[in-house]
Each structure stands twice: as structure tokens, then as C-alpha cells.
């Protein structure tokens, strides 16, 4: 034995005692070390015990007066010596821990580092006590089978009481998914974590504290942006926390790519709520924005419209030419009908032909005659095709609240009669609800 640990240390009056205790140190499996902080800013080994040694050190290899940055791995002597620093600045112990290289390989190293004060209460010493955490190993080398049968990746992320986070395990399958490497990660938590798209990290950010309050599961389904292509992918995580005994939170959990799910259920939303040809709104969509912008007409006290438009010529065009003519005319149609719209005015087709507008927000009856003549007048322009040049008219009708009606339905009734009875007197008119008689009214 080179040099006593105990005897280093100073601590203790009794030459027996101290060789008792220095075989019980010596003895034991855990790593133990003594650091000091020499006049050159430069952390130094004080001593060692055979644990220790077995886990950094050759045989033989001599330990007193060495610095640990020429002893130890760069990383790991980095880590060594930054929480050294917090242990002098703090004057009380913390505990750390790490990945024992390859990352992944199931093995992790818990270390308590211990200030040692002199009778100024000056700290003179560290004293750490290394052990691998069996747990943990074991733990992580069964995260590590599971990963073989599964796709996306398999994860532990921990928090210290510091808030700073760190991946303890993960999986290859993070870089196939997200072209972030597994080592880099556990060195570096953020590579990771940063790939969450802007637009999701807060809430997801938000939903971890609270998962660490309440230690409930977790089920998240968010956008990551892949590393190798900046690739958009959607990401479905499941985990659970626990408390861990420094009083952070540890999550295990899974992690897989659900983009093709994601847009799958994106398109199914699309076509219960939009018009397959033409992506306006269809009826139900259309209904339900309607009653609220006639909810905000009645307490806002303005006025809204109802148009009706149908399509003049448009059977003949579809005959002649064939469905597929007709369908590019349909979406011809719509896109110029919505160029002569405002933000919050809303579109919509019926059905075949048949389109209907709201505006709301407006002063009255001639803020809707200026659309409608727009409308009117775009509709029936020259529609240029690959092979052909055909045109459409449009018969409008229009309905204002509240001199028409004060019920969506209504309205669509008063604005729909009044757009047939377009209809009847030649293509390209606009009729309003309330110049039809008494008798025209239905």
C-alpha cells in the first residue's frame, strides 16, 4: 500500500483505529479515492484503494500526485472534476452518475464525492466513493434485449435535482429514426431533446414537469425533426416516472414513428370535415362554422349574408368534355369564388354544382352585392384547359341577416329560393331575398 487513505486525510489521532479503518477501505468492492486541489488549479489523486485502481487504473500503476485529466478518459475526467468544483463551492457532498463505455452496454458507475473541512472549515479534500450500480445494469441490459424485438427506440432519461437532464440508455434505433448516434445522446441529452419541433417542445416540456409531480404515465404524440435530412417525423412516446433517491425523476420508455398513422388520421379528419375535389369545406364543416359566425353577428349587432351560387352550363360542359373536364372546372370555380373572399368569410360546396357563401361581419346589403357581383363576374371567365377553352356562368342568391332572418337555416332557405329564382330569369343573375314578393318567398 503506497499511501493510507485515512492517514492522508489527517482524521484521526489513533494509529490502530486508522489501520483498522484502512482495511475496511481497502477491503471493500466500491471505489474509493482521495482528490485534492492543488495551488495550480489542477485536480490530483491523493490515493486509492484496489477497487478503485481496478476501475481506472493498470496494475501497478502509481496514483499519488497524478491529475486526473491524464488518468482518466477526457469526458470522464471532465465530469470528475466539474462536480468537484460543486462539491468545494457547496461544501457538502452530491452524487453522479455515468455511463461505463461502450454507452449502452448496460453498466453504470455511481459516485458520492465527500468534502473533507479543516478546523477554518476550509475544504482540504474529497474523498469519492465509486460503485457500479448493479440495478441499473441489470435494468438496462433488459431494456436492451427488449429493444431487439421492437421498431423505434428504447429510452431512460433521467433529471437531477440540478433540473439538467441526461440519457442513461438508448437504443440503436434512435439513429435509424432520428440520425442522432446513441453515445452522443448520453453525453449530450440536448442532441436529442433539441430535435423536438419548435412548435411542440413547450408543451412537451410542460407535460414532463408535470409527469415528474405526479409520477403518472405518459403517452405523447409529438413532431421530431430527423438530424440526417431535417425530416419531419411524428413521434409516439409512452413512459413512466419514478422518484429516484437525490430526488430526481428517471423515465423508462419507448419510443416509435408514427408519420405514416399521423397522416393517415390527417387525411381521414380531412375528408369527414373538406370537400375531397375542390378541400373547401363540406356541409357539416360548413354548418358548424356558419352558426358561430351568426352567433357573433347577433352579439356583435352587425350583419351577415348568405350567397348561393350555382354554376350556369356547367352540365353541358361536363357532357361535352367528360367528368374529369368537369372536375377542373368544379375546382377552377372554387379557387376564383375564394380569391374574391376575406380571411373570415367561409366557402363551401354543397354538392355537383352548388356552392354557398357567409359573410359576416359586414355593414349590410351592399357590402354582399359587391362579393356577389365579384363572384359573379370571376366565375365567368375563360377557363383554359390542356386541350380546350370552355367557360361557366353563375346564378347567385342572397339572403341578409338580420332583415332576412335571424336562423342560419333560415337564411340558407331564403338565400337558396332566391338563387333558383336567378336561375329562371337567365344565366348571370344576382337576385336578393328581399326584392322577391310575397308569393315568390317559400
Same mark, same amino acid.
Not at 176 to 187: F, N, S
Not at 245 to 250: L, T, V
Not at 261 to 272: F, G, H, P, S, T
Not at 329 to 357: H, K, N, Q, T, Y
Given at each position: 500500500?503506497?499511501?493510507?487513505?485515512?492517514?492522508?486525510?489527517?482524521?484521526?489521532?489513533?494509529?490502530?483505529?486508522?489501520?483498522?479503518?484502512?482495511?475496511?477501505?481497502?477491503?471493500?468492492?466500491?471505489?474509493?479515492?482521495?482528490?485534492?486541489?492543488?495551488?495550480?488549479?489542477?485536480?490530483?489523486?491523493?490515493?486509492?484503494?484496489?477497487?478503485?485502481?481496478?476501475?481506472?487504473?493498470?496494475?501497478?500503476?502509481?496514483?499519488?500526485?497524478?491529475?486526473?485529466?491524464?488518468?482518466?478518459?477526457?469526458?470522464?475526467?471532465?465530469?470528475?472534476?466539474?462536480?468537484?468544483?460543486?462539491?468545494?463551492?457547496?461544501?457538502?457532498?452530491?452524487?453522479?452518475?455515468?455511463?461505463?463505455?461502450?454507452?449502452?452496454?448496460?453498466?453504470?458507475?455511481?459516485?458520492?464525492?465527500?468534502?473533507?473541512?479543516?478546523?477554518?472549515?476550509?475544504?482540504?479534500?474529497? !474523498?469519492?466513493?465509486?460503485? =457500479?450500480? &448493479? #440495478?441499473?445494469?441489470?435494468? %438496462?441490459?433488459? @431494456? /436492451?434485449?427488449? $429493444?431487439?424485438?421492437?421498431?423505434?427506440?428504447?429510452?431512460?432519461?433521467?433529471?437531477?435535482?440540478?433540473?439538467?437532464?441526461?440519457?442513461?440508455?438508448?437504443?440503436?434505433?434512435?439513429?435509424?429514426?432520428?440520425?442522432?448516434?446513441?453515445?452522443?445522446?448520453?453525453?449530450?441529452?440536448?442532441?436529442?431533446?433539441?430535435?423536438?419541433?419548435?412548435?411542440?417542445?413547450?408543451?412537451?416540456?410542460?407535460?414532463?414537469?408535470?409527469?415528474?409531480?405526479?409520477?403518472?404515465?405518459?403517452?405523447?404524440?409529438?413532431?421530431?425533426?430527423?438530424?440526417?435530412?431535417?425530416?419531419?417525423?411524428?413521434?409516439?412516446?409512452?413512459?413512466?416516472?419514478?422518484?429516484?433517491?437525490?430526488?430526481?425523476?428517471?423515465?423508462?420508455?419507448? !419510443?416509435?414513428?408514427?408519420? =405514416?398513422? &399521423? #397522416?393517415?388520421?390527417?387525411? %381521414?379528419?380531412? @375528408? /369527414?370535415?373538406? $370537400?375531397?375535389?375542390?378541400?373547401?369545406?363540406?356541409?357539416?364543416?360548413?354548418?358548424?362554422?356558419?352558426?358561430?359566425?351568426?352567433?357573433?353577428?347577433?352579439?356583435?349587432?352587425?350583419?351577415?349574408?348568405?350567397?348561393?351560387?350555382?354554376?350556369?352550363?356547367?352540365?353541358?360542359?361536363?357532357?361535352?368534355?367528360?367528368?374529369?373536364?368537369?372536375?377542373?372546372?368544379?375546382?377552377?370555380?372554387?379557387?376564383?369564388?375564394?380569391?374574391?373572399?376575406?380571411?373570415?368569410?367561409?366557402?363551401?360546396?354543397?354538392?355537383?354544382?352548388?356552392?354557398?357563401?357567409?359573410?359576416?361581419?359586414?355593414?349590410?346589403?351592399?357590402?354582399?352585392?359587391?362579393?356577389?357581383?365579384?363572384?359573379?363576374?370571376?366565375?365567368?371567365?375563360?377557363?383554359?384547359?390542356?386541350? =380546350?377553352?370552355?367557360?361557366?356562368?353563375?346564378? %347567385?342568391?342572397?339572403?341578409?341577416?338580420?332583415?332576412?332572418?335571424?336562423?342560419?337555416?333560415?337564411?340558407?332557405?331564403?338565400?337558396?329560393?332566391?338563387?333558383?329564382?336567378?336561375?329562371?330569369?337567365?344565366?348571370?343573375?344576382?337576385?336578393?331575398?328581399?326584392?322577391?314578393?310575397?308569393?315568390?318567398?317559400?
Amino acid at each position: 500500500m503506497d499511501t493510507t487513505i485515512l492517514l492522508a486525510l489527517d482524521a484521526l489521532d489513533g494509529l490502530e483505529t486508522a489501520e483498522v479503518l484502512q482495511s475496511i477501505v481497502d477491503a471493500s468492492a466500491d471505489g474509493v479515492c482521495l482528490i485534492e486541489l492543488g495551488v495550480d488549479g489542477e485536480y490530483r489523486y491523493l490515493a486509492a484503494n484496489p477497487a478503485y485502481r481496478r476501475l481506472f487504473f493498470p496494475a501497478e500503476q502509481p496514483v499519488a500526485g497524478r491529475r486526473l485529466a491524464e488518468c482518466l478518459p477526457e469526458q470522464v475526467a471532465s465530469d470528475l472534476e466539474l462536480n468537484c468544483r460543486q462539491c468545494l463551492s457547496g461544501g457538502k457532498s452530491i452524487s453522479f452518475r455515468e455511463s461505463v463505455d461502450p454507452p449502452g452496454s448496460g453498466r453504470v458507475r455511481e459516485t458520492t464525492l465527500l468534502p473533507f473541512t479543516n478546523t477554518s472549515g476550509s475544504v482540504t479534500a474529497i !474523498a469519492a466513493v465509486c460503485n =457500479q450500480v &448493479v #440495478e441499473a445494469a441489470d435494468r %438496462i441490459d433488459t @431494456l /436492451a434485449q427488449i $429493444d431487439r424485438y421492437l421498431p423505434g427506440f428504447i429510452y431512460e432519461l433521467e433529471q437531477g435535482p440540478d433540473g439538467a437532464f441526461r440519457y442513461t440508455f438508448l437504443s440503436s434505433g434512435v439513429q435509424a429514426l432520428l440520425g442522432v448516434p446513441p453515445a452522443a445522446a448520453m453525453r449530450d441529452a440536448n442532441l436529442l431533446l433539441d430535435r423536438i419541433h419548435r412548435d411542440d417542445y413547450p408543451g412537451v416540456m410542460a407535460e414532463t414537469a408535470a409527469q415528474a409531480e405526479t409520477l403518472a404515465p405518459w403517452r405523447g404524440v409529438f413532431r421530431m425533426v430527423r438530424a440526417s435530412d431535417d425530416a419531419i417525423v411524428w413521434i409516439e412516446c409512452y413512459d413512466t416516472p419514478q422518484r429516484l433517491g437525490d430526488g430526481g425523476i428517471r423515465w423508462v420508455g419507448y !419510443a416509435n414513428d408514427v408519420t =405514416q398513422r &399521423v #397522416e393517415l388520421e390527417q387525411q %381521414i379528419r380531412k @375528408l /369527414a370535415h373538406f $370537400d375531397s375535389l375542390t378541400g373547401l369545406p363540406n356541409r357539416n364543416q360548413f354548418m358548424e362554422r356558419a352558426d358561430q359566425a351568426l352567433i357573433m353577428a347577433q352579439r356583435d349587432g352587425s350583419s351577415l349574408a348568405v350567397l348561393y351560387v350555382d354554376l350556369d352550363g356547367f352540365k353541358a360542359v361536363n357532357d361535352c368534355y367528360g367528368h374529369a373536364v368537369g372536375d377542373e372546372v368544379l375546382r377552377v370555380s372554387a379557387d376564383r369564388m375564394g380569391a374574391c373572399l376575406r380571411a373570415p368569410d367561409i366557402l363551401c360546396r354543397l354538392g355537383g354544382d352548388e356552392f354557398v357563401i357567409v359573410l359576416p361581419m359586414i355593414a349590410g346589403r351592399a357590402n354582399a352585392a359587391t362579393v356577389a357581383t365579384k363572384v359573379l363576374q370571376a366565375v365567368a371567365e375563360p377557363i383554359v384547359l390542356p386541350d =380546350q377553352v370552355t367557360r361557366v356562368g353563375a346564378s %347567385i342568391g342572397v339572403a341578409v341577416y338580420p332583415a332576412d332572418g335571424d336562423d342560419l337555416r333560415v337564411l340558407m332557405g331564403q338565400a337558396d329560393f332566391a338563387m333558383y329564382t336567378a336561375k329562371r330569369s337567365g344565366s348571370g343573375q344576382i337576385v336578393y331575398a328581399d326584392s322577391l314578393g310575397e308569393s315568390e318567398h317559400p
